[in-house]
């Protein structure tokens, strides 16, 4: 059973719904809302930084580097007009709490000059989620 | 600064701009809008024939067409004139012939769908609808993995917000001091596509594209009263307007249709013409079609209130039931089933046509109501303006939502004298606005100041002065032999 959240995107910049979250990555004029969960071991993409050519993200835990267009595949549906965006969760439980917030998003950074460096073994990179 | 009526205003805010594309777009569109037939008569309604209707040439001479709207100009001076001019591009691709006969028109006829009109028309429609429409690109997004139940779910969704909602344009009807003249108003912007109903419609009936294009033409026989032409739905409609002893004719009350309305009705004129659009129509069409139903229920309620049995509801009787009909058999048989039939990948397409009827839906009520509210509270504007004159911060509490107070400057908001314009009795009429507030003063004779179709206009002697909020269309009609009146621009107070 679908649900349909409102979103005042003027206010709110992320959704929690039950144990997922998803953030509004903004990237060439669009707005998505993705999943905030790195495929490798589930960090923070919303904090993760844009690598300089822009195409992938680094999560913060691993440095792992996720293509941006493999991001943006795990959006939600969602329609805007303005700031005023409603979101399509295809199959979420009608028990299951659904809480816009707002919240820092580094992804949505300009990309830093540099990447950064990380120590330890070679960050992973995944095209796909 | 002096101008006549037919130069009114004549700022030019393109004439910095490098000569290009723009530049000769600007041309074209203001040739065609300098036509004889564009350039308006003595009379404040137009008279029974639908190839006259006055484009303000020299207020569309103001505008920059190389420069795309923005959304937060749907009501502005901008939006009017370019949507006066593209709903006359339109149109002149229908049918129109007087109720009357040709006999006294044939030249009209011959001139407005004659060659010379007709080339500029197709010489610059695409960048005039660009100019209109490109916005929604940014405006309106849809992202996300987009399937046949998202669609149903947006849809029901949508549809139940509108359900739900208030109307902004009934609402400002209720609260009028003269309900009568703000429920006309709203009438005025029904005829825009009442008189004329189902014509963009009409154009997404040829080809072939299976059941859903059956189930199209079943809505679009419905329109046209099924060959009977006392029950076509212009016909209806215009049993309303007599009921109300306004004029039945295609566009007598051209001069006070406003910006939103026809960017409203010229937006399914856009989706109609490029059928590489034909699922952003379908989307909206299904939209409309759902919400019209409940919508027509509370205009009833609505004008039951204000005229009792006097007014004749057969129109909106008609759409509160039919529309029913047509909500279900665009909903299952055109928008799911075109879902269904080619598959997700036309889904966003038919999502944005939704969200898009939608916007440009809400924007119709809204600029519809701070119409109503402004030219129900000119006495209260009469104050507002004396008081901005002075130099005294004043509160424009209600219709324009603004707060304004006297700066001197240009009618544009921008430092620079007031502009001044004379007119001479029997002068041609027009209506028009502005993108910011200004503050209008009559400085010689005597002339009425027209906002309404069917209300009283507000006499003006020298010295008068009344606060034009943004947006708001009026026309000045001169009394005396000659008169004059200033435009002063009004800045927001924050």
Not at chain 2, 37 to 53: A, S
Not at chain 2, 106 to 134: H, K, T, V
Not at chain 2, 260 to 275: F, G, I, Q, V
Not at chain 2, 423 to 431: I, K, Q, R
């Given at each position: 059973?679908?649900?349909?959240?409102?979103?005042?995107?003027s206010?709110?910049n992320?959704?929690l719904?039950?144990h997922?979250r998803?953030?509004?990555?903004e990237?060439?004029?669009?707005?998505?809302?993705?999943?905030d969960?790195?495929p490798?071991?589930?960090?923070p993409l919303?904090?993760g930084?844009?690598?300089?050519?822009?195409?992938?993200?680094?999560?913060?835990?691993?440095?792992?580097?996720?293509?941006?267009?493999a991001?943006?595949?795990?959006?939600?549906?969602?329609?805007?007009?303005?700031?005023?965006?409603v979101?399509?969760?295809p199959?979420?439980?009608?028990?299951?709490?659904?809480?816009?917030?707002?919240?820092?998003?580094l992804?949505?950074?300009?990309p830093?000059?540099?990447a950064?460096t990380?120590?330890?073994?070679?960050?992973?990179?995944v095209?796909e989620? | 600064?002096v101008?006549?009526?037919?130069d009114?205003l004549?700022h030019?805010?393109?004439?910095?701009?490098?000569?290009?594309?723009?530049?000769r777009?600007?041309?074209?569109?203001?040739?065609?809008?300098?036509?004889e037939?564009?350039?308006?008569g003595?009379?404040?309604?137009?008279e029974?024939n639908?190839?006259r209707?006055?484009?303000?040439?020299?207020?569309?001479?103001?505008?920059?067409f190389g420069?795309p709207?923005?959304?937060?100009?749907?009501?502005?001076?901008?939006a009017?004139?370019g949507?006066?001019?593209?709903g006359?591009?339109y149109?002149?691709?229908?049918v129109?012939?007087p109720?009357?006969?040709?006999?006294?028109?044939?030249?009209?006829?011959?001139?407005f769908?004659?060659p010379?009109?007709?080339?500029?028309r197709?010489?610059?429609?695409?960048?005039?609808?660009?100019?209109?429409?490109?916005f929604?690109a940014?405006?309106?997004?849809v992202?996300?993995?987009c399937?046949?139940?998202?669609?149903?779910?947006?849809?029901?969704?949508?549809?139940?917000?509108?359900?739900?909602?208030?109307s902004?344009?009934?609402a400002?009807i209720?609260?009028?001091?003269?309900?009568?003249?703000?429920?006309?108003t709203?009438?005025v912007?029904?005829?825009l596509d009442g008189?004329?109903?189902?014509?963009a419609?009409?154009?997404?009936?040829?080809?072939?594209?299976?059941?859903?294009?059956?189930?199209?033409?079943?809505?679009?026989i419905?329109?046209?009263?099924y060959?009977?032409f006392?029950?076509?739905?212009t016909s209806?409609?215009?049993?309303?307007?007599?009921?109300?002893?306004?004029?039945?004719?295609?566009h007598?009350?051209?001069?006070?249709?406003?910006?939103?309305?026809?960017a409203?009705?010229?937006?399914?004129?856009?989706?109609?013409?490029d059928?590489a659009k034909?699922?952003?129509?379908?989307?909206?069409v299904?939209y409309?079609?759902a919400?019209?139903?409940p919508?027509?229920?509370?205009?009833i309620?609505?004008?039951?209130?204000?005229?009792?049995?006097?007014?004749?509801?057969h129109?909106?009787?008609?759409h509160?039931?039919?529309?029913?009909?047509h909500?279900r058999i665009?909903?299952?048989q055109?928008l799911?089933?075109?879902?269904?039939?080619?598959?997700?990948?036309?889904?966003p397409?038919l999502?944005?046509?939704?969200?898009?009827?939608?916007?440009?839906?809400?924007?119709?009520?809204?600029?519809?109501a701070?119409?109503?509210?402004?030219?129900?509270s000119?006495?209260?504007?009469?104050?507002?303006?004396?008081?901005?004159?002075?130099g005294?911060?004043?509160?424009?509490?209600?219709?324009g939502?603004?707060t304004?107070?006297?700066t001197?400057?240009?009618?544009g908001?921008?430092?620079?004298?007031?502009?001044?314009v004379?007119?001479?009795?029997?002068?041609?009429?027009?209506?028009?606005n502005?993108?910011e507030?200004?503050v209008?003063?009559?400085a010689?004779?005597?002339a009425d100041?027209?906002?309404?179709?069917t209300?009283?206009?507000?006499?003006?002697?020298?010295?008068?002065a009344?606060?034009?909020?943004?947006g708001r269309?009026y026309?000045?009609?001169?009394?005396s032999?000659?008169?004059?009146?200033?435009?002063?621009?009004?800045?927001?107070?924050h």
């Amino acid at each position: 059973m679908s649900r349909v959240v409102v979103m005042d995107l003027s206010r709110h910049n992320a959704v929690l719904a039950g144990h997922e979250r998803y953030f509004v990555f903004e990237q060439g004029g669009r707005r998505e809302l993705v999943r905030d969960r790195c495929p490798h071991r589930g960090g923070p993409l919303s904090l993760g930084r844009l690598t300089p050519d822009g195409r992938r993200l680094t999560c913060p835990w691993h440095g792992t580097r996720l293509t941006t267009s493999a991001l943006r595949r795990t959006a939600l549906p969602m329609v805007r007009s303005g700031d005023h965006a409603v979101i399509v969760f295809p199959d979420l439980p009608a028990e299951v709490p659904v809480t816009p917030v707002r919240w820092r998003i580094l992804a949505n950074l300009p990309p830093p000059a540099e990447a950064p460096t990380a120590g330890g073994p070679p960050a992973p990179e995944v095209s796909e989620p | 600064m002096v101008t006549t009526s037919n130069d009114l205003l004549t700022h030019s805010v393109h004439s910095a701009q490098p000569a290009g594309k723009a530049e000769r777009d600007l041309s074209r569109v203001h040739s065609f809008a300098s036509d004889e037939l564009f350039t308006g008569g003595p009379h404040v309604l137009h008279e029974p024939n639908p190839y006259r209707r006055m484009l303000m040439p020299d207020a569309v001479a103001e505008v920059d067409f190389g420069a795309p709207l923005l959304a937060s100009e749907y009501a502005g001076h901008r939006a009017l004139a370019g949507h006066r001019i593209l709903g006359t591009f339109y149109e002149a691709e229908t049918v129109l012939l007087p109720e009357q006969g040709l006999a006294t028109l044939r030249g009209d006829f011959d001139a407005f769908y004659g060659p010379r009109l007709r080339r500029i028309r197709e010489s610059c429609l695409s960048d005039l609808e660009d100019f209109a429409f490109s916005f929604l690109a940014g405006e309106v997004e849809v992202t996300g993995g987009c399937t046949v139940d998202v669609l149903e779910a947006y849809f029901q969704h949508a549809v139940a917000e509108a359900e739900q909602g208030e109307s902004a344009s009934l609402a400002a009807i209720a609260g009028a001091s003269d309900p009568a003249v703000a429920a006309d108003t709203y009438l005025v912007q029904l005829a825009l596509d009442g008189l004329t109903e189902a014509s963009a419609m009409s154009r997404n009936l040829g080809g072939a594209y299976g059941p859903e294009q059956s189930a199209l033409f079943k809505i679009f026989i419905d329109e046209f009263g099924y060959g009977v032409f006392e029950a076509k739905h212009t016909s209806i409609f215009s049993k309303l307007l007599r009921s109300r002893a306004m004029q039945t004719h295609v566009h007598a009350y051209w001069n006070f249709y406003l910006a939103a309305p026809m960017a409203t009705n010229n937006y399914y004129y856009y989706l109609s013409r490029d059928h590489a659009k034909f699922f952003r129509y379908a989307g909206a069409v299904t939209y409309a079609e759902a919400v019209f139903a409940p919508g027509f229920v509370k205009m009833i309620e609505t004008y039951r209130g204000v005229f009792g049995d006097e007014v004749d509801l057969h129109y909106c009787e008609e759409h509160a039931h039919i529309d029913q009909h047509h909500g279900r058999i665009t909903r299952d048989q055109v928008l799911l089933a075109l879902a269904r039939r080619h598959g997700d990948g036309v889904v966003p397409e038919l999502l944005r046509g939704i969200a898009e009827a939608r916007l440009l839906g809400a924007w119709f009520e809204e600029d519809t109501a701070a119409q109503i509210r402004w030219a129900d509270s000119i006495d209260r504007h009469r104050e507002l303006g004396a008081a901005a004159l002075d130099g005294d911060a004043v509160a424009a509490g209600g219709t324009g939502g603004s707060t304004a107070r006297g700066t001197g400057g240009s009618a544009g908001g921008s430092a620079g004298r007031p502009q001044r314009v004379e007119l001479a009795a029997g002068h041609p009429f027009g209506t028009r606005n502005h993108d910011e507030p200004v503050v209008l003063q009559l400085a010689d004779g005597e002339a009425d100041l027209v906002t309404t179709a069917t209300g009283r206009p507000h006499r003006l002697v020298r010295g008068d002065a009344v606060l034009v909020p943004a947006g708001r269309v009026y026309g000045v009609l001169a009394v005396s032999p000659r008169c004059a009146y200033q435009l002063h621009g009004a800045a927001p107070v924050h």
